[in-house]
DNA sequence: GACAAATGATACTATTGTAGTATCATTATA
DNA sequence: TATAATGATACTACAATAGTATCATTTGTC
């Protein structure tokens, strides 16, 4: 089980690079230069930012991306809404349908609860305190 | 994201079932009958729990399954154990090779501290606790 | 002993989600 | 106008999950 796949995990070191280069808008270029990526794969991933307002993009010779906001600003729990979609850890299988049970399940409640804590947490995680 | 997936959730009911049922040993088509669950696919949910010792079958006409050991003993991380493997939500992508900062990293960290502690929750949880 | 009712073992298929590629269009700068 | 960049989009590859199909073996009952 993954809490993070490799496009959130990319989207990551990516924006990570970003905010700590001197430079503001970084070329595709040379993100794959230093993070050794694979570049049609990383090409997607940031234009996917891009439309999703966490970086913004410049077109032409000399473009790049650049972070939208501040490193303070931009949450993991972005980036895995984004890539992985809402975190459910909790889904009742029963048929697929929805659960009569639902109410009363004790494992729902448990899992429920399980499911808060991995989400509170994971976003109080900013760019920022992943920069050392 | 998922937590629990379809088989660990399928042996989950199955073994609550079996648990709660007058008599010891239940058969499949007594499990199919009641949790309209797909017949084969629960047929080899149960004789892996058999495999590795949570239940116990028995062959032959008014054969089926037992619980090998009790409902307190049984716990969601031994499923999630047999049908998901060891749960780790945490795994550095870097060139999927060995990563250089992995003693450093922030984000491996955090991650692994949300993973002990969902471990530690889900630790918790017995059949038992769930039964009502 | 024959038959029926059960599980054991194993190999196969289907579906979905993740990972990644390929290509052409568009834009900006020099 | 050539070139260096991103935008958009469609496609392929791989892995995990979910499920099926079949035949062999065991056991109780008549
Ligand atoms: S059995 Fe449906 S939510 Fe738990
Ligand atoms: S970058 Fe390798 S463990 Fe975090």
């Known amino acids: 089980m993954k809490l993070i796949t490799r496009n959130t995990?990319?989207?990551?070191?990516?924006?990570?690079?970003i905010a700590k280069s001197k430079?503001?808008?970084?070329?595709?270029?040379?993100l794959v230069a230093s993070l050794k990526m694979p570049r049609p794969f990383l090409r997607k991933i940031l234009q996917?930012?891009?439309?999703e307002g966490i970086l913004r993009s410049?077109?032409?010779?000399?473009?790049?991306?650049?972070?939208?906001?501040?490193?303070?600003?931009?949450f993991l729990t972005d980036l895995i809404g984004?890539?992985?979609g809402a975190l459910k850890l909790n889904e009742c299988f029963f048929k697929r349908?929805?659960?009569?049970?639902?109410s009363k399940c004790n494992?729902?409640?448990i899992i429920s609860g399980i499911e808060a804590d991995v989400f509170k947490k994971l976003k109080k995680v900013s760019i920022r305190s992943l920069l050392d």
Chains 1, 2 share one sequence.
């Open 97 to 102: 349908k929805i659960c009569p049970n639902k």
């Open 58 to 74: 410049l077109k032409g010779a000399n473009g790049g991306f650049a972070l939208h906001t501040t490193a303070e600003k931009i």
């Open 107 to 109: 494992l729902k409640k």
């Open 82 to 84: 984004i890539f992985q």
């Open 23 to 30: 430079k503001k808008v970084v070329s595709v270029n040379e």
């Open 48 to 51: 996917r930012l891009n439309r």
């Open 9 to 17: 995990d990319y989207a990551l070191r990516a924006i990570c690079y």
